[in-house]
């Protein structure tokens, strides 16, 4: 079982960072495929970065040049460092991971991130 879960969201201002963090407690992410979620008011759910078991990157179109994902070693933590906040970037981000042996992804509970 794998648990995740996220912190350092908050207020910020536009033009402002944030670093987001996701942890799991009980194991590293060298096997899974990590992903950066969010969920604005009123929109759905978007994919905003993807952090593979492979360790390339992506991001989508509106974040590009502004947010980084990123592991730490031994791989037990995910970090989005989101730069020049907008604030269009204000949501709900969640923590996923697809682990080998499971269909589903791993959610976190999401942090909050608010830009004014």
């Known amino acids: 079982h794998v648990q995740l879960v996220e912190s350092g969201g908050g207020s910020a201002q536009a033009g402002g960072s944030l670093l987001l963090s996701c942890a799991s407690p009980?194991?590293?992410?060298?096997?899974?495929?990590m992903f950066w979620y969010r969920q604005g008011p009123g929109k759905a759910r978007e994919l905003v970065s993807v952090y593979s078991a492979r360790q390339w990157t992506n991001y989508t179109d509106s974040v590009k040049g502004r947010f980084t994902t990123s592991q730490d070693n031994p791989r037990k933590t995910l970090y989005l460092q989101m730069n020049n906040l907008k604030i269009e970037d204000t949501a709900v981000y969640y923590c996923?991971?697809?682990?080998?042996?499971?269909?589903?992804?791993?959610w976190g509970r999401g942090t909050q991130v608010t830009v004014s």
């Open positions: 996923a991971a697809k682990c080998p042996g499971r269909r589903d992804k791993w």
């Open positions: 009980g194991a590293i992410f060298s096997a899974c495929d």
